[in-house]
């Protein structure tokens, strides 16, 4: 187990052109190649332990995958085929969900794994509304929990109003639909994230996206992907959060998706004043372009209850920013938060807790009484996203947290890019 030690940092400039590229858009461009019958090139792609699992799941699938300075090219085979060996997700509860979606409709047999994290995470979500269209779908718990088992099937048509707003249910029965017997409905209580949308309509798929989601079954090969992964940015929430919270700092962010429903966080940072700008450059798949975050005094308690899906990798880096903030700050409606790779909830809480900060948490959220916060050992659960907050929060306080291996999932080059705001030591 690697622990690490943050010193705490003085005011910094920082130009961030080395954000991990964006993680969800990874995952989708290497699923998604596969419902071409030409190559796809995809640029930029995460080098993250997720999605190469779900890179080398692809292989496993029957595709061949060349590279080529910086660029990838992944060629689908003919035939999908059935794998030899299980397909492990690592880390990644996005692979195991979407793949569902994607397999339950193939001639096969397929059977999805994943760490131990992975495998405690609830997976009825996904695998209910799919038994219910006709997939064949088995696992402990009733099919909740993994290794989850998956025998394709004939799907029929649906009209699905999904009780809560998530981009990966959504994702997976978006991919059910695509081969349906007719057309298919998907509601949500507010719009989710919305990438796989906006890359299958890129590739000639016939989806509507309104107040209801329509998906027209495929006709034949979908085209191939032509695309440069731009910078995620709710890996760059964490630096956003540290020009926030140390006096005198500034950070440009470069490259990342501006995508609506994945800056909420910004816009929320905005609300406490911080100074955020947005500096749009590009729109093909996704809007892409820079976004500056300056320090601009001491933050304001915000309440945060509306668009939590929009935001809901970014609430524990939030938590940092509410803990230095002026006020009483309130997270409701993110039950969801209970589900991640660690119930971040309880995590966040008693993180806060050991730093000195008076929180109270409640089933679906959590108060944050801002303060100072006092240096502290925190555990961070085994979640990457817990570990990478708590180290933002080294910047105002010393700051040590234990079992950070995890941030290799999704950033590997966090500790590299910190180590230009102050001293950071790892070691087992």
């Not at 995958?65 to 689908?76: F, L, R, S």
């Not at 996904?126 to 718990?141: F, M, W």
């Not at 009484?369 to 979640?383: F, Y």
């Not at 999932?409 to 910190?418: D, G, K, R, V």
Request: glycine residues 6%.
């Amino acid at each position: 187990m690697t622990r690490l030690k943050v010193e705490k940092a003085q005011a910094f400039e920082l130009v961030c052109d080395e954000i991990a590229s964006d993680k969800s858009i990874s995952h989708r461009c290497a699923m998604f190649s596969l419902l071409s019958d030409r190559p796809s090139v995809v640029r930029n792609y995460l080098r993250a332990e997720d999605t190469l699992n779900t890179l080398e799941i692809v292989k496993k699938l029957g595709a061949t995958v060349e590279e080529d300075d910086g660029a990838m090219t992944i060629i689908p085979p003919v035939k999908l085929q059935e794998p030899d060996d299980v397909l492990d997700c690592g880390n990644s509860g996005t692979a195991m969900r979407l793949f569902c979606g994607f397999l339950s409709s193939l001639p096969g047999h397929f059977v999805l794994t994943g760490d131990k994290y992975l495998r405690r995470r609830p997976m009825k979500r996904v695998t209910v509304p799919l038994t219910q269209i006709g997939a064949k779908i088995d696992g402990r718990e009733e099919g909740n929990l993994a290794p989850l088992c998956i025998r394709g099937h004939e799907l029929r048509a649906f009209n699905y109003e999904s009780p809560i707003a998530s981009a990966q249910v959504k994702s997976a029965m978006i991919l059910a639909a695509l081969r349906a017997d007719g057309v298919s409905t998907y509601k949500e209580p507010e719009l989710s994230r919305d990438h796989t949308e906006r890359m299958l309509r890129g590739m000639g798929a016939n989806i509507e996206s309104w107040d209801v989601i329509t998906v027209e079954p495929m006709r034949g090969p979908l085209q191939p992907l032509d695309i440069t992964v731009p910078a995620d940015p709710s890996s760059a929430f964490f630096f956003a959060v540290a020009a926030a919270i140390v006096p005198g700092s500034r950070v440009v962010i470069k490259n990342v998706t501006l995508n609506p429903t994945r800056i909420e966080a910004y816009e929320v940072l905005k609300r406490m004043g911080a100074r955020v700008e947005l500096v749009e450059k590009e729109n093909r798949y996704e809007p892409i372009g820079d976004i500056v975050v300056t320090y601009n005094g001491r933050l304001k308690g915000v309440k945060v209850d509306e668009r939590i899906a929009w935001l809901i990798d970014e609430l524990p880096a939030l938590s940092i920013a509410m803990a230095t903030a002026e006020g009483t700050s309130e997270v409701a409606n993110a039950e969801e938060l209970r589900v991640k790779e660690s119930d971040r909830i309880a995590c966040v809480v008693e993180g806060l807790r050991r730093c000195g900060i008076v929180c109270r948490e409640k089933p679906d959220g959590y108060f944050v009484e801002g303060g100072e916060i006092q240096s502290a050992t925190i555990d961070s659960c085994g979640d990457h996203r817990i570990a990478m907050s708590f180290a933002i929060a080294g910047l105002v306080a010393q700051m040590e947290v234990e079992d950070i291996d995890c941030i290799e999932t999704s950033f590997p080059n966090f500790l590299e890019i910190l180590s230009k705001i102050t001293e950071v030591r790892t070691w087992k």
